[in-house]
Every structure is written in structure tokens, then in C-alpha cells.
Nanobody
Framework: QVQLVESGGGLVQPGGSLRLSCAASGSSFSINFMAWYRQGPRKARELVARIISNGGKTTYADSVKGRFTISTDNAENTVYLQMNSLKPEDTAVYYC?????????????WGQGTQVTVSS
């Protein structure tokens, strides 16, 4: 089993910045990719950004390109989301997601979510 623990959410004014962190823990696992999703009020959950562990290729939603940056510390199995120039429409619960190989099986895991509110 792999556990994902997120931190770093909160209330920020428009134009401000926040940094989310998500640490993966468990035993005998390796990470294929880690990602951040978000779900705003009355909206479907959407992919924000994804990073592949092998090679570091990144993918971003068009709505966050140029403002958000995803990065990892592979040694610590931690993924970060640096969010700059935040807008009210970025308000959502942000979820960490990871695909991990445990022994020979591949699983998809989710964190508990962290609230990000952008408001003046």
C-alpha cells in the first residue's frame, strides 16, 4: 500500500502564490508518475498537472500553463505544485494522485485533498 499526504493549501488573495506538497510513503514501491487534480464547486475533477518519474516529462492543463509548476523530489517520493498568479477560478480542492508499482502490480492512489481558496 502507498499513502499520499498533501499539505500547503489555504486562503490566498488573487495574484498570490501557494505551494502544495504531496509525500508518498509505503514499502517496496516505485512511482511511475505523480499528478495534481482539482475539483471546484459544482465542477468535475480535472487534471492540473502531471510529471513522469522517469525523464520528468510534464503535462499541464491549458488553464494553468505559465502559472503553475509541478516538480518532484524523487529521492523523497514527493511532488510539489507551485502555484503563482492565482485566480478566483483556481479555487478548488486539490488532490494528489500517483501511479505506483507495488511488487509486480500497478495501482493508482489518491490523497485526501487540500482546499485552496483564492479570494479577496
Amino acid at each position: 500500500q502507498v499513502q499520499l499526504v498533501e499539505s500547503g493549501g489555504g486562503l490566498v488573495q488573487p495574484g498570490g502564490s501557494l505551494r502544495l506538497s504531496c509525500a508518498a510513503s509505503g514499502s517496496s514501491f516505485s512511482i511511475n508518475f505523480m499528478a495534481w487534480y482539482r475539483q471546484g464547486p459544482r465542477k468535475a475533477r480535472e487534471l492540473v498537472a502531471r510529471i513522469i518519474s522517469n525523464g520528468g516529462k510534464t503535462t499541464y492543463a491549458d488553464s494553468v500553463k505559465g502559472r503553475f509548476t509541478i516538480s518532484t523530489d524523487n529521492a523523497e517520493n514527493t511532488v510539489y505544485l507551485q502555484m503563482n498568479s492565482l485566480k478566483p477560478e483556481d479555487t478548488a480542492v486539490y488532490y494528489c494522485n500517483a501511479e505506483a508499482v507495488v511488487r509486480t502490480w500497478t495501482f493508482n492512489y489518491w490523497g485526501q485533498g487540500t482546499q485552496v481558496t483564492v479570494s479577496s
